[in-house]
């Protein structure tokens, strides 16, 4: 099974999970940069070690950008000249993305008030998509 499709299933696995500003932790929940850090993790592209913000994300790969996204992209959005939020691309269309929350959102209590969580939806306008996957980026 290619890298790709191996991020494509763990994706998948964690939609319903809770957002949590600063999560990196599948059963404790995510926010967006903790949720594609996993997910790249589990398919080998990024290192078992090491935390990035959406913002590194895009540095880490800003030299695979592409026009058209494909499932295993990136897809970023930037406010005041830096990226502030990354899902993960699961169609052309879609993505897999934590969202909802924010820097309040520290607890499962606070995830259920605001409905964040790890969710599907349609890729929104502004965004920057990165394949990184089009090099190998192994650890």
């Known amino acids: 099974m290619t890298a790709r499709k191996i991020a494509d299933r763990v994706a998948w696995t964690y939609v319903g999970t809770p957002y949590l500003w600063g ?78 929350g924010g820097s309040r959102t520290t607890d499962l209590a606070a995830a259920v008030r605001s409905g964040a969580y790890v969710k599907v939806r349609p890729i929104r306008d502004g965004a920057i998509f990165v394949d990184p996957f089009a090099v190998d980026h192994a650890p």
């Not at 895009?58 to 970023?76: I, K």
Request: aromatic share 10%; charged share 20%.
């Open 23 to 100: 999560g990196d932790d599948p059963l404790e929940g995510f926010d967006c940069s903790g949720l594609v850090i996993e997910v790249l993790k589990s398919a080998g592209i990024l290192p078992r070690v090491g935390d990035w913000t959406a913002q590194g994300l895009y540095e880490r790969f800003a030299d695979q950008t592409t026009a058209v996204p494909v499932a295993g992209c990136l897809a970023f959005w930037r406010r005041d000249g830096r990226m502030t939020h990354v899902e993960y691309c699961i169609s052309w269309s879609h993505t897999i993305g934590a969202s909802g």
